[in-house]
């Protein structure tokens, strides 16, 4: 079993529309939980980070977290084209300094 | 700019050639990391090195050398190495879990794309 699993393919969604990221896990003891965005050629910047159960919003940007089902997911509202990008999963399993990525999802926004 | 800055940017190599990746991180952290990126492959860790361990992935072949002379500066010496070896290297850098945070949140550089002839 992975470690981190993100399985949808590309994700095409119009402008405006809101994309739907998922990912599951499989440390149930892991704690710390975040969405990196990498654009095409570029390295990974931090969007989100989640630490508890529940949803974090942050701008256009709501991370949810169940911990008894081992899922994170990523919402993104009023899809800009700008937000064409690869979307990475990662997971910090207990006890460790490392991060452990999903294959990541690529979205693309249709103007 | 994140903070954590990598040079050289792109590098083209020979198999019988010597070469290092540098990265220095100016974030205060005390972690830092090397990683693989592929195509249509995950992030691939390959070395970590903080106040607590240094980690090895086993599966890294010793090829790949690293060294981290202080909390700031980290290599990466390559020599001899393989066209699959061709890909995106990046260093991250984060508190370290004796910090008594629980975050640990990740910054990367902008990484060194390597291409082996």
């Known amino acids: 079993q992975k470690e981190v699993e993100q399985n949808s393919g590309p994700l095409s969604v119009p402008e405006g529309a809101i994309a739907s990221l998922n990912c599951t896990y499989s440390?149930?003891?892991?704690?710390?939980f975040f969405w990196y965005r990498q654009y095409s050629g570029k390295s990974p910047e931090l969007i989100m980070s989640?630490?508890?159960?529940g949803d974090k919003e942050d701008g256009r940007f709501t991370a949810q977290l169940n911990k008894a089902s081992q899922y994170v997911s990523l919402l993104i509202r009023d899809s800009q084209p700008s937000d064409s990008a690869t979307y990475l999963c990662a997971v910090r399993p207990y006890g460790n300094n490392r991060l452990a990525f999903g294959k990541g999802n690529q979205v693309v926004v249709i103007p | 700019e994140t903070g954590v800055t990598q040079t050289p940017r792109h590098l083209v190599m020979g198999m019988t050639n010597k070469k290092s990746l540098k990265c220095e991180q100016h974030l205060g952290h005390n972690a830092m990391y090397w990683y693989k990126q592929s195509a249509k492959k995950p992030l691939e860790l390959m070395f970590v090195?903080?106040?607590?361990?240094?980690?090895e992935n086993n599966s890294v072949p010793s090829r790949f050398s690293p060294e981290c002379p202080n909390s700031s500066h980290l290599f990466l010496h390559l020599h001899t190495l393989q066209p699959e070896d061709s890909a995106l290297y990046l260093c991250?850098?984060?508190?370290?879990?004796?910090?008594?945070?629980?975050?640990?949140?990740?910054?990367f550089g902008a990484g060194t794309r390597l291409s082996v002839l």
């Open positions: 989640i630490y508890s159960n």
């Open positions: 440390d149930r003891g892991s704690q710390s």
């Open positions: 991250a850098s984060s508190q370290s879990l004796s910090r008594g945070t629980s975050q640990n949140i990740q910054y």
């Open positions: 090195y903080s106040l607590e361990e240094r980690v």
